[in-house]
């Protein structure tokens, strides 16, 4: 296969509407399919671009997007009858024409970031690829945190060649957290070299796992490999969702494919995973024995993997439904929410009984759920209205024009007009903290209103058990006054 060129990049602006609304159009016309990077590596695309960047149709293959400043061009594979295509990191295996088609389709569908899901319920992944992933901000500034703290680890080890990333997404608290990341990793560094001096650290280590999951492969954010202990370090930047590194299928994957790598070269007895999410303050650390890892590998990872590439295996719902593209369509998920309620007579329509006609068993069952129930009303209520929107109709729904609210036409010409009316249009109010630490600085901002500021106690609320806040208990009678005793 051969690239072929059909729309140059190079004068485009990206950052005007207009260009990407007019690149999109070119890429339905021309029937472009893929797009080849400055670099030189060439994707399959969605025709949709992102606001930043165009997402990649290739279902965990490597990148999900690629960022507008390293677009070189957008055109189409032209079969030249090589066996072997032009696009990148693609395995030998995979596109061998020897390889059966399972393990091609395998090479896109099963990533180590979706491993928590594939491994749970193994029909996720080919359910999933009847939908675009879509690059959301947070995602984009996830990927410009990772350039900028691989930029910092490589200033640590004086890579002098390495230039600093330049992103909108960039300020003062991501250059902290940054920061924060590289003293880490160089701290694990250090700690591994008191007993392995010939330890390295390699950032941004590509991993192999294909001898796990077929044609498996990832980037660990920063591997430091000695002898005993083998650390990895993942960057989180969100803030969202938590990230525990216990039983971590990501991680152990990405440890698998560094093992395969360097244990013949050092003798690593032991793994050593470890999650930054330094927004949130988590940094959570599991530590497992190599044999423990290959054990898993062989008896759950395989096995499940098998299962998904054939798209067979049992439906299981959970928390890792959570980011699966396919919930707004899953039976397994409607009937796991849908079951928590009381049943009615009717399959999947709960009643809604008066919450004090309930046991304790059901509230405490609910309100367990209410979260995800609640994330995944939303998403069905989406995806119905995208649907709708798109020309679909659903037997008892109709579209209509929901409230709005009177907006100005334009803001100056509203001022204006009030001020020759003899009326200040404008109300003064207090930056909130956010916006005021943006205009001090954080720095600045401890300086200058660290005594004025404190953290109120959160409102309660009931979480499950497991939840790692301490309990509160509440004041009650029983709480707050002694019993007395006869003759006290
Ligand atoms: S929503 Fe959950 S149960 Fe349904 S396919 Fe996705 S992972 Fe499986």
């Known amino acids: ?75 189409v594979l032209i079969d030249d009858d090589e066996p072997v295509g032009e696009e990148p990191a693609a395995p030998a295996a995979a596109n061998s024409p020897e390889a059966p088609a399972h393990q091609e389709r395998a090479h896109a569908l099963l990533s180590a970031s979706s491993a928590h899901r594939w491994l749970h319920c193994p029909p996720a992944p080919h359910l999933e690829e009847q939908y675009p992933d879509s690059e959301s901000d947070a995602a984009a500034e996830g990927t410009a945190a990772h350039e ?76 430091i490999v000695g002898d005993q202990t083998m650390t990895i370090v993942d960057f989180k930047y969100g803030r969202g969702v938590q990230v525990d590194a216990e039983d971590n299928p990501q991680m152990m994957l990405y440890a698998l494919g560094a093992l395969r790598q360097f244990d013949f070269i050092y003798d690593i007895k032991q793994v050593r995973m470890v999650i930054f999410q330094p927004r949130i303050g988590n940094i959570s650390v599991c530590e497992k024995p190599v044999e423990e890892l290959r054990a898993w590998a062989d008896e759950v990872v395989k096995p499940r993997a098998e299962l998904a590439i054939a798209g067979k295996g049992e439906f299981a719902a959970g928390a890792w439904c959570q980011f699966c593209r396919h919930a707004p369509n899953c039976p397994a998920i409607a ?113 200058v209103l660290g005594d004025l500021v404190y953290k109120p106690a959160g409102a309660l609320t009931l979480v499950p058990t497991s939840d790692k806040r301490p309990e509160i208990l509440p004041a009650t009678a029983e709480t707050v006054f002694e019993p007395i005793t006869k003759g006290a």
């Open 1 to 75: 296969m051969t690239y072929q060129p059909l729309i140059g990049t190079e004068s485009l602006d990206f950052d005007e509407g207009q260009t990407r609304q007019s690149v999109e159009d070119a890429i339905v016309t021309k029937g472009a399919t893929h797009v080849r990077t400055t670099s030189g590596d060439v994707w399959k695309i969605f025709t949709k671009l992102n606001k930043k960047s165009v997402p990649l149709n290739n279902a965990g293959r490597g990148p999900q997007r690629i960022g507008y400043a390293k677009v070189e061009s957008f055109g």
């Open 148 to 223: 900028l703290a691989e930029y910092k680890l490589h200033q640590l080890l004086d890579d002098e060649d390495s230039a600093r990333p330049t992103s909108d997404w960039q300020d003062e608290d991501m250059d902290d957290y940054t920061d924060s990341y590289a003293d880490r990793v160089m701290a694990e560094l250090a700690q591994t070299k008191e007993t392995s001096p010939a330890a390295f650290l390699s950032i941004e280590q590509r991993v192999d796992f294909s001898h796990i999951v077929p044609d498996g492969f990832g980037t660990a954010d920063a591997l």
């Open 335 to 447: 009937k796991q929410h849908f079951d928590i309620l009381p049943a009615g007579d009717a399959p999947l329509e709960p009643t809604a009984p008066e919450p004090d006609t309930l046991t304790d068993a059901q509230i405490a069952t609910i309100v367990t759920h209410a979260p995800a129930l609640k994330k995944w009303l939303g998403a069905v209520e989406k995806y119905a209205l995208d649907q709708a929107n798109n020309g679909h109709s659903y037997d008892g729904l109709k579209l209509v024009e929901g409230r709005s609210v009177r907006k100005y036409k334009d803001a100056d010409e509203v001022a204006k007009a009030v001020q020759d009316a003899g009326h200040d249009p404008y109300e003064r109010k207090l930056l909130g903290i956010t916006a005021m630490t943006k205009l001090l600085g954080k720095k600045n901002f401890d300086a």
